[in-house]
Protein backbone atom coordinates (compact mmCIF):
# COMPACT_ATOMS: atom_id res chain seq x y z
CA UNK A 1 0.00 0.00 0.00
CA UNK A 2 2.63 2.25 1.41
CA UNK A 3 5.66 1.25 -1.47
CA UNK A 4 5.85 4.53 -3.24
CA UNK A 5 5.63 6.93 -0.32
CA UNK A 6 9.06 7.18 0.50
CA UNK A 7 10.05 7.57 -3.65
CA UNK A 8 6.85 10.23 -3.74
CA UNK A 9 8.41 12.26 -0.94
CA UNK A 10 11.85 12.07 -2.37
CA UNK A 11 10.75 13.33 -5.96
CA UNK A 12 8.61 15.88 -4.70
CA UNK A 13 9.69 16.95 -1.36
CA UNK A 14 12.86 19.14 -1.74
CA UNK A 15 15.43 20.17 0.62
CA UNK A 16 13.57 18.00 3.52
CA UNK A 17 15.37 14.66 4.81
CA UNK A 18 14.35 14.94 8.48
CA UNK A 19 10.46 15.44 7.42
CA UNK A 20 10.63 12.99 4.75
CA UNK A 21 12.44 10.00 7.21
CA UNK A 22 10.24 10.36 9.66
CA UNK A 23 6.99 10.47 7.53
CA UNK A 24 7.49 7.21 5.57
CA UNK A 25 8.61 5.49 9.29
CA UNK A 26 5.77 7.07 11.00
CA UNK A 27 2.94 6.52 8.67
CA UNK A 28 4.12 2.95 7.51
CA UNK A 29 4.63 1.91 11.05
CA UNK A 30 1.11 2.94 11.78
CA UNK A 31 -0.39 1.27 8.43
CA UNK A 32 1.28 -1.98 8.90
CA UNK A 33 -0.07 -2.19 12.86
CA UNK A 34 -3.89 -4.13 13.28
CA UNK A 35 -4.04 -3.22 16.22
CA UNK A 36 -2.01 0.49 17.06
CA UNK A 37 -2.68 1.87 20.56
CA UNK A 38 -4.21 5.23 19.98
CA UNK A 39 -4.63 7.43 16.23
CA UNK A 40 -1.59 8.24 14.53
CA UNK A 41 -0.90 12.52 15.17
CA UNK A 42 1.61 14.27 13.02
CA UNK A 43 2.51 18.14 13.52
CA UNK A 44 4.11 19.53 10.62
CA UNK A 45 5.98 22.92 11.39
CA UNK A 46 8.15 24.98 9.34
CA UNK A 47 7.84 28.53 7.33
CA UNK A 48 5.49 29.06 4.37
CA UNK A 49 6.15 27.53 1.37
CA UNK A 50 8.76 24.51 2.93
CA UNK A 51 6.38 21.47 1.75
CA UNK A 52 3.84 20.92 4.90
CA UNK A 53 0.86 21.18 2.62
CA UNK A 54 2.48 18.93 0.01
CA UNK A 55 3.75 16.53 1.73
CA UNK A 56 0.30 15.66 3.73
CA UNK A 57 -1.10 15.25 -0.31
CA UNK A 58 1.27 12.73 -1.10
CA UNK A 59 0.77 10.73 2.34
CA UNK A 60 -3.15 10.94 1.54
CA UNK A 61 -2.04 9.71 -2.15
CA UNK A 62 -0.30 6.83 -1.24
CA UNK A 63 -3.08 5.81 1.30
CA UNK A 64 -6.18 6.25 -0.48
CA UNK A 65 -7.19 5.44 -4.32
CA UNK A 66 -8.81 8.51 -4.74
CA UNK A 67 -6.41 10.63 -2.49
CA UNK A 68 -7.41 14.30 -1.56
CA UNK A 69 -10.94 13.74 -3.40
CA UNK A 70 -11.66 10.50 -0.80
CA UNK A 71 -15.01 10.95 1.11
CA UNK A 72 -12.44 9.46 4.03
CA UNK A 73 -10.26 12.08 3.60
CA UNK A 74 -11.54 15.69 5.52
CA UNK A 75 -9.59 18.84 5.12
CA UNK A 76 -9.92 21.47 7.72
CA UNK A 77 -8.51 25.38 7.15
CA UNK A 78 -8.90 27.02 10.80
CA UNK A 79 -9.51 30.86 9.37
CA UNK A 80 -11.72 29.61 6.89
CA UNK A 81 -13.65 26.73 8.65
CA UNK A 82 -13.55 28.28 12.45
CA UNK A 83 -13.19 31.96 11.77
CA UNK A 84 -15.44 33.45 14.75
CA UNK A 85 -14.34 32.58 18.41
CA UNK A 86 -17.97 34.27 19.70
CA UNK A 87 -19.45 30.63 17.63
CA UNK A 88 -16.32 28.52 19.37
CA UNK A 89 -18.74 26.39 20.68
CA UNK A 90 -20.61 25.67 17.90
CA UNK A 91 -17.40 24.65 15.93
CA UNK A 92 -16.52 22.26 18.84
CA UNK A 93 -20.05 20.22 19.17
CA UNK A 94 -19.74 19.98 15.03
CA UNK A 95 -16.18 19.19 14.40
CA UNK A 96 -16.65 16.43 17.37
CA UNK A 97 -19.88 15.36 15.79
CA UNK A 98 -18.39 15.38 12.41
CA UNK A 99 -15.52 13.17 13.36
CA UNK A 100 -17.26 10.97 15.46
CA UNK A 101 -19.45 10.45 12.51
CA UNK A 102 -16.76 9.61 9.57
CA UNK A 103 -14.70 7.36 11.97
CA UNK A 104 -18.06 5.20 12.53
CA UNK A 105 -18.31 5.28 8.93
CA UNK A 106 -14.15 4.74 8.62
CA UNK A 107 -11.76 3.51 10.89
CA UNK A 108 -9.00 4.54 8.84
CA UNK A 109 -10.46 8.25 8.30
CA UNK A 110 -7.53 10.97 8.24
CA UNK A 111 -8.06 14.50 9.13
CA UNK A 112 -6.28 17.49 8.21
CA UNK A 113 -5.60 20.45 10.27
CA UNK A 114 -4.00 23.61 7.84
CA UNK A 115 -2.81 26.71 10.19
CA UNK A 116 -3.50 25.31 13.00
CA UNK A 117 -0.97 28.45 14.49
CA UNK A 118 -4.63 30.23 14.23
CA UNK A 119 -7.00 27.40 15.42
CA UNK A 120 -8.61 28.60 18.74
CA UNK A 121 -7.63 26.84 21.98
CA UNK A 122 -11.20 26.06 22.56
CA UNK A 123 -11.68 23.81 19.18
CA UNK A 124 -8.03 21.94 20.01
CA UNK A 125 -9.06 21.03 23.49
CA UNK A 126 -12.00 19.29 21.88
CA UNK A 127 -10.71 17.45 19.73
CA UNK A 128 -8.20 15.89 21.89
CA UNK A 129 -9.79 13.38 23.26
CA UNK A 130 -10.26 11.36 20.07
CA UNK A 131 -6.35 11.18 19.65
CA UNK A 132 -5.02 10.05 22.88
CA UNK A 133 -4.87 6.16 24.49
CA UNK A 134 -8.28 4.64 25.06
CA UNK A 135 -10.17 1.47 23.56
CA UNK A 136 -13.37 3.29 22.94
CA UNK A 137 -14.96 7.04 23.40
CA UNK A 138 -18.65 6.95 23.31
CA UNK A 139 -18.77 3.41 22.05
CA UNK A 140 -16.35 4.15 18.42
CA UNK A 141 -12.61 3.18 18.56
CA UNK A 142 -10.45 5.63 16.97
CA UNK A 143 -7.39 4.08 17.09
CA UNK A 144 -6.87 3.54 13.43
CA UNK A 145 -7.79 7.09 12.36
CA UNK A 146 -4.71 9.67 11.28
CA UNK A 147 -4.64 13.09 12.32
CA UNK A 148 -2.28 15.88 10.65
CA UNK A 149 -1.97 19.36 11.62
CA UNK A 150 -0.30 21.86 9.73
CA UNK A 151 1.64 24.56 11.27
CA UNK A 152 3.95 28.03 10.90
CA UNK A 153 4.75 28.06 14.37
CA UNK A 154 8.51 27.04 15.29
CA UNK A 155 8.79 28.14 11.93
CA UNK A 156 11.28 30.98 12.87
CA UNK A 157 13.32 28.77 15.26
CA UNK A 158 13.44 25.95 12.65
CA UNK A 159 14.81 28.65 10.17
CA UNK A 160 17.34 30.19 12.80
CA UNK A 161 18.78 26.51 14.35
CA UNK A 162 19.22 25.87 10.68
CA UNK A 163 21.20 29.08 9.91
CA UNK A 164 23.62 28.48 13.32
CA UNK A 165 24.34 24.82 11.65
CA UNK A 166 25.49 26.51 8.68
CA UNK A 167 27.21 29.00 9.79
CA UNK A 168 29.40 26.32 12.26
CA UNK A 169 29.93 24.47 9.15
CA UNK A 170 27.76 21.84 8.94
CA UNK A 171 26.13 20.69 5.89
CA UNK A 172 22.30 20.66 6.11
CA UNK A 173 22.12 16.81 5.48
CA UNK A 174 23.60 16.80 8.91
CA UNK A 175 20.78 18.04 10.72
CA UNK A 176 19.18 15.60 12.83
CA UNK A 177 15.69 15.58 14.30
CA UNK A 178 17.00 15.57 17.63
CA UNK A 179 18.07 18.57 16.72
CA UNK A 180 15.30 20.71 16.80
CA UNK A 181 12.04 17.91 18.22
CA UNK A 182 12.74 18.81 21.81
CA UNK A 183 12.79 22.94 21.36
CA UNK A 184 10.30 22.36 18.83
CA UNK A 185 7.53 20.47 20.85
CA UNK A 186 8.23 22.59 23.63
CA UNK A 187 7.86 26.08 22.24
CA UNK A 188 4.78 25.38 19.86
CA UNK A 189 2.27 22.95 21.71
CA UNK A 190 2.51 23.08 25.18
CA UNK A 191 0.45 26.33 25.87
CA UNK A 192 -2.82 24.47 24.29
CA UNK A 193 -1.37 21.38 26.76
CA UNK A 194 -1.48 19.02 23.68
CA UNK A 195 1.96 17.88 23.24
CA UNK A 196 1.12 14.42 25.07
CA UNK A 197 -1.20 13.35 22.27
CA UNK A 198 1.08 14.26 19.10
CA UNK A 199 2.96 11.27 17.82
CA UNK A 200 5.94 13.30 16.04
CA UNK A 201 6.36 17.05 15.87
CA UNK A 202 7.87 17.30 12.36
CA UNK A 203 10.30 20.03 11.41
CA UNK A 204 10.10 21.45 8.10
CA UNK A 205 13.56 23.21 7.11
CA UNK A 206 13.88 26.38 5.34
CA UNK A 207 14.51 25.93 1.26
CA UNK A 208 17.64 27.37 -0.15
CA UNK A 209 18.32 28.49 -3.42
CA UNK A 210 19.41 24.75 -4.93
CA UNK A 211 15.53 24.05 -3.63
CA UNK A 212 13.80 26.46 -5.34
CA UNK A 213 15.30 25.99 -8.52
CA UNK A 214 14.37 22.12 -7.87
CA UNK A 215 10.75 23.85 -7.38
CA UNK A 216 10.62 26.32 -10.73
CA UNK A 217 11.95 23.53 -13.20
CA UNK A 218 8.96 21.18 -11.44
CA UNK A 219 6.53 24.16 -12.01
CA UNK A 220 8.20 24.72 -15.76
CA UNK A 221 6.71 21.31 -16.71
CA UNK A 222 3.12 22.07 -15.10
CA UNK A 223 3.30 24.63 -17.11
CA UNK A 224 3.92 23.15 -19.93
CA UNK A 225 7.49 24.45 -20.44
CA UNK A 226 10.95 23.01 -20.89
CA UNK A 227 12.51 21.97 -17.85
CA UNK A 228 15.71 24.58 -18.46
CA UNK A 229 18.20 24.72 -15.48
CA UNK A 230 20.28 27.76 -16.18
CA UNK A 231 16.54 29.57 -17.04
CA UNK A 232 15.72 27.98 -13.41
CA UNK A 233 18.72 29.63 -12.00
CA UNK A 234 18.01 33.01 -13.24
CA UNK A 235 14.29 33.13 -11.86
CA UNK A 236 15.54 32.00 -8.55
CA UNK A 237 17.10 35.25 -8.19
CA UNK A 238 14.68 37.07 -9.67
CA UNK A 239 11.25 36.25 -8.17
CA UNK A 240 12.44 35.05 -4.11
CA UNK A 241 14.19 37.13 -1.69
CA UNK A 242 16.65 35.41 0.65
CA UNK A 243 18.17 35.76 3.82
CA UNK A 244 20.53 36.92 5.21
CA UNK A 245 21.50 40.13 3.11
CA UNK A 246 24.96 39.67 2.94
CA UNK A 247 24.52 35.72 1.68
CA UNK A 248 20.95 34.91 0.47
CA UNK A 249 21.20 31.35 1.96
CA UNK A 250 17.55 30.98 2.78
CA UNK A 251 14.34 31.56 1.25
CA UNK A 252 12.10 33.88 2.47
CA UNK A 253 8.81 32.16 1.25
CA UNK A 254 10.35 28.69 0.63
CA UNK A 255 8.75 27.50 -2.79
CA UNK A 256 4.86 29.33 -2.01
CA UNK A 257 3.49 31.88 -4.74
CA UNK A 258 6.34 30.29 -7.49
CA UNK A 259 3.91 29.20 -9.91
CA UNK A 260 2.35 32.95 -9.82
CA UNK A 261 5.65 34.58 -9.71
CA UNK A 262 6.64 32.72 -12.40
CA UNK A 263 3.89 33.21 -14.74
CA UNK A 264 4.67 37.08 -14.41
CA UNK A 265 8.42 36.34 -15.62
CA UNK A 266 7.87 33.83 -18.28
Partial sequence: MLEGLEADLGRNLFGQHIASDVIVNAVTGFMNNDNPKKPLVLSFHGTAGTGKTLASQLIVKNIYKKGMDSRFVHFFNSVINFP?????????????????????????????????????????????????????????????????????????????????????????????????????????????????????FIPFLPLERQHIVQCIMVEMVAMGLQSEHNKACEMADKIVIYIPDDERRISVSGCKRIASRLKNFM
Avoid at 121 to 141: A, E, R
Avoid at 150 to 172: C, D, F, H, P, Y
Wanted: with cysteine.
Fill in 84 to 200: HASQVETYKSQLQLWIRGNVTNCAHSMFIFDEMDKMHPGIIDSIKPFMDYQYKLDGVSYQKAIFIFLSNAGGEMITQTTLVSWKAGKKREELKLEDVETALSSSVFNYHGESYVVDF
